[in-house]
């Protein structure tokens, strides 16, 4: 099971930025799916960035593409989300996430393991 713990919410006013961080007790020898996920108040849980820990390639919700950018750094096992442009639309409990890579990190379904959330709030 992985640990993950996240931090870097906060307040900000649209436009402004914000680096979410997330730690990660992933298997330096093992291949993971690791993922941002948001949640607003009476909302469903949807996914917003993705990214391969071996190959690195990303994937994003399509309301975030061209502003946020996710990375993984193996060695550190820090999964970092930076959010530039950010809108009152993205005001949500921020989680990080995590699942064995098995062929694609493209879904969003089957995380296995998440943190506890980091809240993000954005005010026009």
């Known amino acids: 099971q992985v640990h993950l713990v996240e931090s870097g919410g906060g307040s900000v006013q649209a436009g402004g930025s914000l680096r979410l961080s997330c730690a990660a007790s992933i298997s330096p020898g093992r291949g993971y799916c690791m993922g941002w996920f948001r949640q607003a108040p009476g909302k469903e849980r949807e996914g917003v960035a993705g990214i391969s820990t071996t190959e690195h390639t990303t994937y994003y919700a399509d309301s975030v593409k061209g502003r946020f950018t996710i990375s993984h750094d193996n060695t550190k096992n820090t999964l970092s989300l930076q959010m530039d442009s950010l809108k009152p639309e993205d005001t949500g409990m921020y989680y990080c996430?995590?699942?064995?890579?098995?062929?694609?990190?493209?879904?969003?379904?089957?995380?296995?393991?998440w943190g506890q959330g980091t809240q993000v709030s954005v005010s026009s």
């Open positions: 996430a995590a699942k064995l890579y098995i062929s694609s990190c493209r879904y969003w379904n089957s995380y296995t393991d």
